[in-house]
């Protein structure tokens, strides 16, 4: 099956722009997750959806960061304006029903934002 | 509040070795523990859930509350076990995954 879909690989920015991630989860997989990686550090979830409302968004920076899945299917994550703190790795992760319930995520290769 | 400790940051064995990569946990519940694994150029998958309790390519891993521990084990290392591996947490199904800073695990010929 295609795996968890993401896009553009790799952005760089100046601060104070904007940026905005795309992803495509594995077909069937209602819950979608925006991971943010610093370097040196693990995964740390930024918003959570199942279909598409939101279940978790504890952690996103609301002041800057936007994520919405209007269709429950493809999502996207805004950064506006970008500091140099954001950069990382932006995670996309993906699960099925039974796969909430097992723990297992299905991750995307990952979108490389670097802000100068 | 959940936390995920991942002690060491690298662990170099020859091939053949034992490894015990560690992972030390606080949450006052009952966790879930994971540990995700990331070969080179691959991404971040499942290799392990305590739940389960089975042996996923020679690794084991066993939840010890009173240690607060999660360490994943192997007894012989192979060549193709170096990758990067993350323990992570969550306190129930649906709930986020907490991970740990990760350690790199090197395996020499």
């Known amino acids: 099956e295609a795996g968890v879909a993401q896009s553009p690989r790799y952005k760089i920015i100046e601060k104070r722009q904007s940026v905005a991630f795309w992803c495509n989860p594995i077909?069937?997989?209602?819950?979608l997750y925006w991971y943010q990686q610093i370097l040196g550090q693990g995964p740390k979830l930024l918003i959570q959806?199942?279909?598409?409302?939101?279940?978790?968004d504890s952690q996103l920076p609301k002041d800057r960061f936007s994520a919405e899945r209007l269709k429950g299917v493809d999502s996207t994550l805004k950064i506006q304006p970008a500091k140099l703190e954001d950069s990382a790795v932006y995670l996309c992760a993906s699960s099925s029903p039974s796969g909430v319930v097992t723990g297992e995520l299905f991750f995307g290769e990952g979108s490389r934002l670097t802000v100068l | 509040a959940q936390r995920v400790t991942q002690p060491e940051k690298l662990l170099s064995v020859f091939k053949g070795a034992p490894v015990e990569l560690k992972c030390n946990y606080s949450y006052s519940g009952s966790p879930e523990l994971f540990w995700y694994v990331q070969y080179s150029r691959q991404r971040l998958q499942l290799l392990l859930r305590h739940i389960s309790r089975e042996s996923i390519k020679g690794f084991t891993a066993d939840l010890n509350k009173g240690e607060t521990s999660f360490h994943l084990k192997k007894p012989f290392a192979q060549e193709e076990d170096s990758a990067m591996y993350y323990c992570a947490l969550r306190s129930g199904a649906n709930s986020k995954l907490t991970f740990g800073k990760g350690i790199t695990l090197s395996v020499r010929p």
């Open positions: 959806f199942q279909n598409n409302g939101v279940v978790d």
């Open positions: 077909s069937g997989h209602a819950t």
